[in-house]
């Protein structure tokens, strides 16, 4: 058992389920946190572990209509009504009293928030929870992945009030944790608190399981042939994944048998992005496979008794990981496709230049815009089986030496293990 004061630990988020960033790192912490003797548990909109050790609710899920008509009448305009502040305060109210039930529920020592005390997708959310630790004095973990003020549709709203107070609380009663060094220097300028930086990570001190039956049907499910390239894009449908460059790329390589397949939804930020991307991809004559309805948690049978995949299985079946983003947290994506050893053609978006790059990773980069020497690395590395090879392995090393769980367990530990580091309020 752990030996020291906290032992019962909540996670906190908006959702936990399915395969975006968040919810992939909530796994890696759960993981690397039972592993030094915590028990772990999950308080959420949507979540889809253990039923036993997570608690629900409604409100906080950011695809519930009330949060959903605050999220659309506060962003985008500059002023807000009376009902709005007595919706969000109405609201905030009974997530504040779930939050109780929930503590009391699992009897917890400490609160970890995922994003929910970080960028204001449910604003009720964190003032709830911002509130119920004041109340409590329950220690909290802030485990901030995306500030208000790194996305432009936060921009123009009529809750700076909210914004200023709760994303993130500019209290030194909350322990910070940003994934890279870029947004903590940003979060301490505009807050003036100190932070910690824990990046993403993977288990590289493990290698990854090859292959295996379930896996190879991958292909067949989503309508490819054995004979195909796939270029994965393991990424939400959303604006700043840059998906126009993929689809560029895969025209650019002038082979028919090179066919790109996104692996995420498209319901976050509405469907324009993903009707613009197939009016592209169809003016550029290049086949894309939008694969989220095969791609689960992870392994199960659908109910019309098709097989759904891990995302894990998708990197297994892919020739090329393409990661061109404009913008990213820190990489999820990048430091995955190092894992399965697959190469990788990328955007030197900002913290890929920052935090990743200096490390010593081998990518296929572009600088904002793909050109006839990236098409030409890319078909080096998909015909030269040595390049590509000497290429991946090393990726994986630099990896394992500087973005797996040890690094984060070390971080953990000290944070947990000292007191002093994480006062309660």
């Not at 604003?123 to 509130?131: K, Q, R």
Request: with cysteine; charged share 30%.
């Amino acid at each position: 058992m752990a030996s020291h004061h906290y032992q019962r630990i909540g996670f906190v988020s908006t959702r936990i389920a399915g395969t975006d960033g968040v919810s992939l790192e909530v796994g890696k912490w759960t993981e690397i946190l039972e592993s030094m003797g915590f028990d772990c548990y999950f308080i959420a909109g949507k979540c889809d572990r253990e039923p036993e050790r997570s608690f629900l609710i409604d409100e906080a899920d950011f695809q519930h209509p009330v949060i959903m008509e605050i999220t659309n009448k506060c962003f985008g305009r500059d002023h807000r009504t009376r009902q709005m502040s007595g919706l969000i305060r109405s609201t905030a109210r009974k997530i504040k009293q779930d939050l109780y039930d929930a503590v009391k529920h699992f009897e917890l020592d400490l609160i970890i928030a995922q994003n929910a005390l970080t960028i204001p997708m449910n604003i009720p959310l964190g003032v709830a929870l911002d509130e119920m630790l004041l109340e409590t004095q329950l220690p909290c973990i802030a485990h901030h992945h995306d500030f208000v003020w790194e996305r432009e549709r936060f921009l123009v709203n009529s809750v700076r009030d909210y914004v200023t107070a709760f994303f993130p609380p500019p209290r030194s009663e909350v322990h910070h944790v940003v994934i890279n060094s870029v947004a903590g220097r940003e979060f301490s300028r505009r807050t003036g608190m100190p932070y910690r930086v824990i990046p993403n990570v993977m288990q590289f001190h493990k290698s990854p399981t090859p292959a295996d039956d379930y896996t190879r049907e991958f292909r067949s499910t989503i309508g490819l042939s054995e004979d195909d390239i796939v270029i994965l894009q393991p990424t939400r449908v959303v604006q700043r994944k840059g998906i126009e460059h993929s689809i560029e790329l895969v025209r650019r390589l002038n082979d028919p048998r090179c066919k790109l397949v996104i692996t995420h939804s498209e319901d976050d930020e509405g469907p324009e992005y993903g009707e613009r991307i197939r009016e592209f991809a169809e003016l550029l004559g290049v086949e894309v496979v939008f694969a989220n309805d095969w791609i689960c948690h992870s392994r199960r049978t659908l109910k019309d008794g098709s097989k759904c995949f891990s995302v894990w299985d998708s990197y297994r079946e892919a020739d090329l990981v393409a990661y061109p983003s404009t913008y990213e947290g820190f990489g999820n994506a990048f430091l995955e496709a190092a894992y399965f050893k697959k190469p990788i053609f990328c955007n030197r978006y900002t913290i890929y230049r920052t935090d990743i790059e200096p490390c010593g990773f081998r990518a296929i980069a572009m600088d904002g815009f793909v050109t006839d020497h990236v098409v030409e690395e890319v078909q080096r590395v998909l015909t030269d089986e040595e390049y590509r090879q000497q290429m991946v392995e090393h990726n994986y090393e630099v990896g394992r030496k500087f973005f797996a769980y040890d690094r984060v367990e070390r971080e953990l530990r000290q944070l947990l293990e000292t007191p002093s580091e994480l006062p309660c309020v």
